[in-house]
């Protein structure tokens, strides 16, 4: 009998397909996810009945709003997992910047609303479900280059930027649930160098052994999430769960 249940959004990402996938392992969990492309999930789907898909056009606030009314009515197990899983760096306009000369208002608008507004605007929608007596872990694909302490190579300033401001909303996050959500534990995760898409043209720098594979981090991921303390704080950490300075 399920018990529990799961929640990735934005899931078309390696990472977050990783996730479910692991996720689906635990024969009491019931995993949904929230995507605007599920077709990798299709193969799963015939596997494991406990996965269900929730397809959406766009994330708008309407929308989130409506996949929100649909987690309520559709099961009766409390979420003890959320995983928010959106994030750009590039795509056919969208360019990581090198100098100054490269920032463009259309794609820094891009970014920041994908990286930083969008898993805020899921937060702030999903929180009347999450709240309550049993312990739910929120996780936030955040990234090491956006502790301000940490940054000594400069450039990729709409990246930098926009999970810069992630990291900084959770932080009121989790301040605030210590006050009205106290059973909500929130995470914001840096999953290293993963051989995904959104790593792909930069793969050739990094260093022997860094390039993880999804279900490495994804591996990662559960296991730090399960150990997590709810005690009313942010924790901003990488995948081998050290703490990231902000």
């Not at 269900?52 to 929308?63: A, G, K, R």
């Not at 920032?103 to 990286?115: G, H, R, T």
């Not at 009205?180 to 720098?205: E, M, W, Y």
């Amino acid at each position: 009998m399920m018990t529990e249940q799961t929640l990735i959004l934005g899931a078309n990402s390696g990472i977050a397909q990783a996730i479910a996938a692991k996720s689906l392992q635990q024969k009491s969990t019931c995993v949904t996810i929230v995507s605007r492309n599920s077709s990798a999930y299709q193969q799963l789907k015939k596997r494991h009945k406990n996965l269900n898909i929730i397809n959406v056009e766009n994330y708008s606030s309407t929308t989130m709003a409506k996949v929100a009314e649909q987690l309520t009515q559709q099961s009766s197990q409390p979420i003890t997992r959320v995983y928010i899983c959106h994030g750009i760096l590039h795509n056919a306009t969208v360019q990581p910047e090198k100098k100054l000369e490269d920032i463009a208002p259309d794609a820094f608008s891009a970014v920041m609303n994908a990286n930083a507004l969008t898993p805020m605007l899921w937060i702030k929608t999903l929180t009347p479900l999450l709240t309550g007596k049993t312990v739910c872990k929120l996780v936030v694909l955040s990234a090491r280059v956006g502790s301000i302490s940490d940054n000594r190579l400069g450039g990729w300033y709409s990246y930098r930027a926009s999970k810069a401001a992630l990291n900084m909303m959770l932080k009121n996050t989790a301040i605030e649930f210590a006050r009205r959500a106290k059973n909500i534990k929130v995470i914001a995760f840096h999953p290293g160098t993963t051989d995904t898409d959104l790593s792909k043209p930069f793969q050739q720098n990094v260093p022997k052994g860094k390039l993880f594979t999804p279900e490495f981090v994804a591996q990662q991921l559960t296991s730090i999430s399960d150990k997590a303390l709810v005690d009313g704080q942010l924790s901003f950490v990488d995948w081998q769960a050290e703490n990231i300075s902000y």
